[in-house]
């Protein structure tokens, strides 16, 4: 059998892929561009690729049985145009999870925040406990080699349950398709002013979400948040309702929260018993995550000696605050794309570094670039001592759109209202060389040392070498920064 991926890069569309790979089908696929980490992931797996759309191509071994069209093949995409002219089997992404990943008991983590985390850990422990779930994450996990497994006649499956929308032609958010028995909500905060142009349209999505659990399913929600009682209020099949979070009159409560650099230490209550729960990732944010996923776990029948241990070895995934380089400075990657997202962040390392200078560099995804997303971008930035808006990424404009997503310039402009020290660096170089020639100036000692952003000189330089420790660079948002951070990193071995 034979696929092939139109738009193969994008984390999912890489995960699916290798996954069919697995099951032993001929996989074949394109993009417009391939970089690190996922071309890399794609050449250790043995996936074949090509640059470019060229429907020769795409059927020069024979015509594929299916062909997974991506959404970034827009309606004038070659291949897409040549796949529907001669009547191609075709299918969107999480059409094709639905078909071939979606089990019997399907375990869906859905939320505007938390879900790829849950979904990984959920696989995780499920796995440890052998019930060899089928799954797909969209993300990289430091623990598990694949991000996709295909179904194999056992019961369960873990998703993530993403609510952008299922393809160009199908406005359906992605976990529509995906008949949860067992929901994991994690937050439900108005995201994708681009699919969703109301916050009361937000929210219905995950109100017809809730309305589908069955009556024999398990909902497991996180109070913490806004919005998540409205959003349960729909919950017209009287499924069983378990709530999470860190006041005491939630089902699962989680308190006592230490983190350093090395970790989480907290404890989760439930009935009376309290669970120690350790685990080699950062974040409040991550301690919630996995609250819920322990909530979820134990509900469903596994023992807690098996979720606690699982814990303890999970690392996360990839791009969520993970370190890049440790030296003179210390960098970080994150897959921060909204303001809510990057300020959690942002707030994670300014617990953990509370007397360094924090750069954050940060580029939304589309629909964060909307005038509908502007009032979330007041006081998102407060734990950074700097923020640098680089060149952001070309998009496909309406020409009819009366409010096309705003540039670089304009989302200075937006964050400067509540930051005294945003800035717009249109060039990568000059931006590489900015961060370079203005890091490093925390005082030992003498909380935190800011420059002027506005100069370039240093205008520290009277503190003494020995008095300074390191400033902590992170880079936020959806996309890879065009090779910025290897460069920002002064040629620091990576940390191991």
């Known amino acids: 059998m034979k696929i092939h991926f139109i738009g193969i890069c994008g984390v999912a569309m890489s995960a699916l892929a290798t996954a069919f790979h697995n099951d032993g089908?001929?996989?074949?696929?394109?993009?417009?561009?391939?970089?690190?980490?996922?071309?890399?992931?794609?050449?250790d797996?043995?996936?074949?690729?090509?640059?470019?759309?060229?429907?020769?191509?795409?059927?020069?071994n024979g015509t594929p049985d299916l062909i997974v069209v991506g959404n970034v093949a827009g309606s004038t995409n070659p291949e897409f145009l040549f796949v529907?002219?001669?009547?191609?089997?075709?299918?969107?992404?999480?059409?094709?999870i639905a078909e071939y990943i979606v089990e019997k008991n399907s375990l869906v983590c859905a939320g505007t925040y938390g879900k790829t985390s849950s979904a990984t850990l959920l696989t995780l422990i499920l796995k440890n406990a052998k019930l060899d779930p089928s799954y797909m994450f969209g993300g990289l996990s430091l623990n598990l080699p694949y991000s996709a497994k295909l179904k194999n006649s056992n019961t369960w499956s873990v998703l993530e349950g993403d609510e952008y929308k299922t393809a160009r032609w199908d406005n359906r958010p992605k976990f529509a398709l995906y008949s949860p028995t067992h929901l994991l909500l994690t937050s439900v905060s108005w995201d994708h002013a681009d699919v969703y142009p109301t916050e009361e349209s937000y929210l219905q999505a995950f109100r017809e979400l809730v309305g589908k659990i069955p009556k024999d399913g398990l909902i497991v929600a996180c109070t913490d948040g806004?919005?998540?009682?409205?959003?349960?209020?729909n919950n017209k099949?009287?499924?069983?309702?378990?709530?999470?979070?860190?006041?005491?009159d939630n089902d699962y409560y989680y308190h006592d929260l230490?983190?350093?650099?090395?970790?989480?230490?907290?404890k989760i209550k439930n009935k009376d018993i309290e669970y120690n729960i350790t685990a080699p990732v950062?974040?409040?944010?991550?301690?919630?995550?996995?609250?819920?996923?322990?909530?979820?776990a134990k509900e469903i029948g596994i023992e807690a000696s098996i979720i606690i241990d699982t814990i303890k070895q999970f690392r996360g995934v990839k791009r969520r605050l993970e370190k890049k380089y440790e030296g003179e400075i210390t960098v970080y990657d994150d897959l921060a794309h909204s303001p809510a997202k990057a300020s959690a962040s942002l707030k994670t390392l300014r617990k953990i570094y509370p007397h360094n200078k924090i750069i954050a560099i940060f580029e939304p995804n589309t629909g964060n670039r909307k005038l509908q997303a502007m009032p979330g971008y007041n006081n998102a930035f407060k734990d950074a001592d700097e923020v640098?808006?680089?060149?952001?990424?070309?998009?496909?404009?309406?020409?009819?759109?009366?409010?096309?997503?705003?540039?670089?310039e304009f989302l200075k402009n937006v964050i400067a209202k509540t930051h005294p020290h945003a800035i717009f660096i249109e060039n990568d170089k000059a931006l590489i060389d900015y961060v370079k020639n203005n890091s490093r100036v925390s005082a030992d000692g003498a909380g935190r040392v800011l420059k002027d952003v506005t100069r370039h000189d240093s205008v520290e330089s009277h503190i003494p070498l020995e008095s300074k420790k390191e400033d902590v660079v992170v880079f936020l948002g959806s996309h890879g920064f065009r090779g910025m951070i290897d460069s920002i990193s002064l040629h620091q071995p990576p940390q191991p």
């Open 282 to 296: 950062l974040g409040e944010h991550m301690s919630e995550n996995i609250c819920g996923a322990f909530a979820m």
């Open 226 to 233: 806004a919005n998540i009682e409205t959003i349960l209020s």
């Open 45 to 60: 797996n043995s996936i074949q690729f090509y640059p470019g759309w060229h429907p020769e191509k795409m059927i020069e």
């Open 25 to 43: 089908w001929q996989v074949t696929g394109s993009d417009v561009g391939f970089f690190p980490p996922i071309s890399d992931f794609l050449k």
């Open 388 to 408: 640098i808006i680089p060149t952001l990424t070309k998009l496909k404009i309406d020409p009819t759109d009366l409010e096309p997503p705003f540039d670089g």
């Open 84 to 96: 529907q002219k001669n009547n191609l089997n075709y299918k969107s992404y999480p059409e094709v």
């Open 258 to 266: 230490n983190q350093t650099k090395a970790g989480l230490e907290y």
């Open 237 to 248: 099949n009287k499924a069983k309702i378990i709530k999470y979070g860190k006041t005491p």
